[in-house]
């Protein structure tokens, strides 16, 4: 039966899922956008507060993956939440693509009413240029911040690394240890075998000894007190 804490991460796992699937279609709606300028800003709007509900379900996942009791599914989590985090970088990317190329397209479209003169032309040019300006500051402050956090996990993941390699090293020391001691016993045992099969002999020959002796002592003693037999 899974645990809890098993639970919990694949129910992270599914929302970021989510959330990319979502990111990925409002990108290509910003693709898509014919305009005015005010449906692509509530794209925009709707891709930033999706990139900030991603972002902290990856942040939820990472702080999962340290709270784990086995090293391996440590190791397993942080990698996963390393994989989301890079996507979402990629998508980060598409979403300034996309948005540059719609304004291209918006700034076209201007260019032709402009044929037509008109203020109102000229101040709409302004304000999708602002815009524009707007829309690349805010994506480029998301980006510095994935950088941040992709820079910050790889810090962990090293660490994390190391304490693996420094639990690899004790356990390989244990284990040359364990087959020296094993040796030893070995070598022990061969020891006892042979003092007991020493032991063994050296009996049968006190057993030998004591048995001429007392022949000897018979003889003797037969030829003294009966010497006509």
């Known amino acids: 039966m899974a645990s809890s804490q098993d639970v919990h991460v694949r129910i992270c796992g599914q929302e970021i899922i989510k959330y990319d699937l979502e990111i990925k279609a409002l990108i290509q709606d910003i693709r898509e956008c014919p305009g005015p300028q005010s449906v692509l800003m509530d794209f925009n709007s709707k891709v930033k507060e999706k990139f900030n509900q991603l972002r902290l379900r990856i942040q939820n996942m990472e702080q999962m993956a340290k709270e784990q009791d086995r090293e391996t599914d440590k190791l397993v989590i942080l990698s996963e939440t390393e994989s989301h985090r890079k996507q979402m970088l990629s998508n980060q990317t598409a979403w300034r693509k996309a948005n540059l190329a719609c304004k291209l397209s918006i700034d076209n479209m201007e260019k032709d009413e402009l044929l037509y003169g008109g203020d109102s032309t000229v ?10 300006v707007q829309t690349s500051s805010d994506i480029t402050e998301s980006l ?3 950088s941040r956090m992709m820079a910050q996990s790889v810090s962990q993941s090293e660490a994390s690394i190391g304490t693996l390699a420094t639990s690899s090293r004790t356990l390989l020391e244990t284990d040359d240890e364990f087959k020296a001691m094993t040796g030893t016993i070995h070598l022990g045992r061969k020891l006892i075998s042979k003092y007991n099969r020493r032991e063994l002999t050296d009996k049968l020959l006190i057993f030998l000894a004591v ?5 000897t002592v018979l003889y003797i003693l037969k030829k003294r007190l009966f010497p006509f037999i």
């Open 123 to 132: 101040k709409q040019r302004k304000v999708t240029k602002e815009s524009i």
């Open 144 to 146: 510095m911040s994935i």
């Open 211 to 215: 048995a001429l002796f007392l022949a």
